[in-house]
């Protein structure tokens, strides 16, 4: 069990960049979670993926926003057309399908200048 | 109203005290309750997880849930300065989405 894993740990982009963050969950669950966490704040769910379907998604996740999960393992967040407000670390969690708890990695923080 | 409450601290005490980390909530519907540490600029991790009303113990931690008055609580006997951290609440209603507090700063100084 190696724990869940993001890369890249840090991205710097401009403005208006698209950037895509990778998630490798803990290896058989099914659960995989994309939460936003910003300075001062704890973290804020943005959707999460049973295997590969896409279950729930947030109303803070936009348009600019999409997560895919293509074959039920590794997932990848992109964030097109990026702004300055969303800078924030964006975290990634796992859990089997019928726990209650979640793992989480050591996120990616994205700064948009 | 945000769905959980939690006093953001910083919260500051010598070591070997007794730590009390409290979160309250709204939604009745949460029966899922843990507390996860995070330190500066890391993932958080978690801690202890309990369900329903009731009292768990895991060495120096306890954490407490009170359903009745919505109100959850984790405590840390003889805090070290390696205890300093922030500390989240989280809650959810089963399997799905975990609903957070904003996180309180612990500091113990030696």
């Known amino acids: 069990d190696t724990g869940v894993s993001q890369n890249p740990r840090h991205k710097i982009t401009k403005r208006g960049q698209n950037v895509t963050f990778r998630c490798d969950p803990i290896?058989?669950?099914?659960?995989l979670y994309w939460y936003r966490q910003t300075l001062g704040q704890g973290p804020e769910f943005l959707t999460y993926?049973?295997?590969?379907?896409?279950?729930?998604k947030s109303r803070l996740l936009s348009d600019r926003f999409s997560a895919e999960r293509p074959k039920g393992s590794f997932s990848t967040l992109e964030i097109q057309r990026t702004e300055q407000g969303d800078s924030a670390m964006y975290l990634c969690?796992?859990?089997?399908?019928?726990?209650?708890?979640?793992?989480f990695g050591p996120g990616t923080r994205l700064t948009v200048l | 109203q945000k769905e959980v409450e939690q006093d953001p601290g910083p919260l500051s005490v010598p070591e070997g005290a007794i730590v009390s980390l409290n979160c309250t909530y709204s939604?009745?519907?949460?029966?899922?309750f843990m507390w996860y540490r995070q330190y500066s600029r890391k993932g958080p991790e978690l801690l202890m997880y309990t369900y329903s009303s009731g009292n768990k113990e895991d060495g120096r931690f306890t954490a407490q849930v009170d359903k009745s008055s919505k109100y959850i609580s984790l405590f840390i006997r003889d805090s070290q300065p390696s205890d300093s951290a922030t500390y989240l609440c989280a809650m959810s209603r089963g399997t799905d989405k975990l609903i957070f507090g904003t996180g309180t700063r612990l500091q113990v100084f030696p």
């Open positions: 993926f049973q295997n590969e379907a896409q279950l729930e």
């Open positions: 290896s058989e669950h099914n659960r």
């Open positions: 969690a796992s859990s089997l399908l019928q726990a209650h708890t979640q793992y």
């Open positions: 939604n009745s519907a949460f029966q899922y």
